[in-house]
């Protein structure tokens, strides 16, 4: 079975500061997707990074931008000039197979202080 | 509307009642999801519609019934639920076969008394 887990569940980062959130799964698949969801307080998850097994380059977006280490199976979040809305739950997910199923971790609470 | 939006918001019921939720979604996909988040637990996953038939159903008890009439639209009907039921349930959408990403509703925060 795939697992996901995040071994913080809390972390705080100072407004401009820098944090990295960690992630490791565990599969048997050489084909799958990863992705960081963020959930704020008003609850609506959204989507904030994704990276595919196969491409060995690290995906970035903007602030936002991964550590993909795929023979250690790990998947370390970057969030670089942090901001008071980046608050939030973020949650690891994997997935593989056509059903998109996604396997998630248990999150980490990010407190972003002044 | 955009997006996937689910309603009610918030329910509060008894043990007794029948209620359902409601899941929209307004992107054109053709795969849908129900999930359960309660606190400090992954988020569970409970059914799965593709091509609006039901292709996942990870040992939900029967009191959570879904139904999936058309490709934009999910219901969970609930009937005599138990207090470990009360949780955050959330809708989820994508474009199956793609292994593209789920786009999430905001959630219908359920409380069983």
């Known amino acids: 079975a795939q697992t996901v887990t995040q071994s913080q569940p809390e972390m705080s980062v100072q407004e401009a500061e820098t944090v990295t959130l960690s992630c490791t799964y565990d599969?048997?698949?050489?084909?799958?997707?990863l992705f960081w969801y963020k959930q704020p307080p008003s609850r609506q998850m959204i989507l904030v990074i994704r990276?595919?097994?196969?491409?060995?380059q690290n995906a970035t977006e903007n602030r936002f931008s991964v550590n993909f280490q795929k023979a250690a199976k790990s998947f370390s979040l970057k969030i670089s000039d942090s901001q008071l809305g980046d608050a939030a739950m973020y949650f690891c997910?994997?997935?593989?197979?056509?059903?998109?199923?996604?396997?998630f971790g248990t999150g980490t609470r990010l407190q972003v202080t002044l | 509307e955009t997006g996937v939006t689910q309603t009610p918001r918030h329910l509060v019921m008894g043990m007794t009642n029948k209620k359902s939720l409601k899941c929209e979604q307004h992107?054109?996909?053709?795969?849908m999801y129900w999930y359960k988040q309660s606190a400090k637990k992954p988020l569970e996953l409970m059914f799965v519609?593709?091509?609006?038939?039901?292709?996942e159903n990870n040992s939900v008890p029967s009191r959570f019934s879904p139904e999936c009439p058309n490709s934009s639209h999910l219901f969970l009907h609930l009937h005599t639920l138990q207090p470990e039921d009360s949780a955050l349930y959330l809708c989820?959408?994508?474009?199956?076969?793609?292994?593209?990403?789920?786009?999430f509703g905001p959630g219908t925060r359920l409380t069983v008394t």
């Open positions: 989820a959408s994508s474009q199956q076969a793609l292994n593209y990403e789920q786009y």
């Open positions: 599969t048997s698949e050489s084909d799958y997707y």
């Open positions: 990276q595919e097994a196969y491409k060995q």
């Open positions: 997910a994997y997935n593989t197979g056509t059903a998109s199923k996604l396997t």
């Open positions: 992107l054109g996909h053709n795969a």
């Open positions: 519609y593709s091509l609006e038939e039901r292709v």
